[in-house]
Nanobody, 121 residues
């Protein structure tokens, strides 16, 4: 059983910062790409940032130069540091990882349960 658990969401004023973390646990063979997605009320879930197993990153245009994604392969964690937050960043943020469970050769996408980020104006 593989699990992703996010933490670090909350309420912050516009211009503030937050750091989200996501930890993968369970019977993990290897972790490939990891990423953060978000879903605002009434909108579709969208990609925020991704990072490969060797540290290559990509960002949505709306968060470039404000958010930084990083990972710790030894701890099976991925983080999202968010600066200069805007009210439009308000959403539930989800962690996703492509993982090969122990004892298999197949990759699967796993999602966390989500953490709420609310930015007040």
């Amino acid at each position: 059983q593989v699990q992703l658990v996010e933490s670090g969401g909350g309420l912050v004023q516009a211009g503030g910062s937050l750091r989200l973390s996501c930890a993968a646990s369970g019977s993990i063979g290897s972790i490939n790409a990891m990423g953060w997605y978000r879903q605002a009320p009434g909108k579709q879930r969208e990609l925020v940032a991704t990072i490969t197993s060797v540290g290559s990153t990509s960002y949505a245009d709306s968060v470039k130069d404000r958010f930084t994604i990083s990972r710790d392969n030894a701890k099976n964690t991925v983080s999202l540091q968010m600066w200069s937050l805007l009210p439009e960043d308000t959403a539930v943020y989800y962690c996703r990882a492509r993982i090969t469970p122990e004892g298999t050769r197949n990759e699967y996408y796993y999602w966390g349960q989500g953490t709420q980020v609310t930015v007040s104006s």
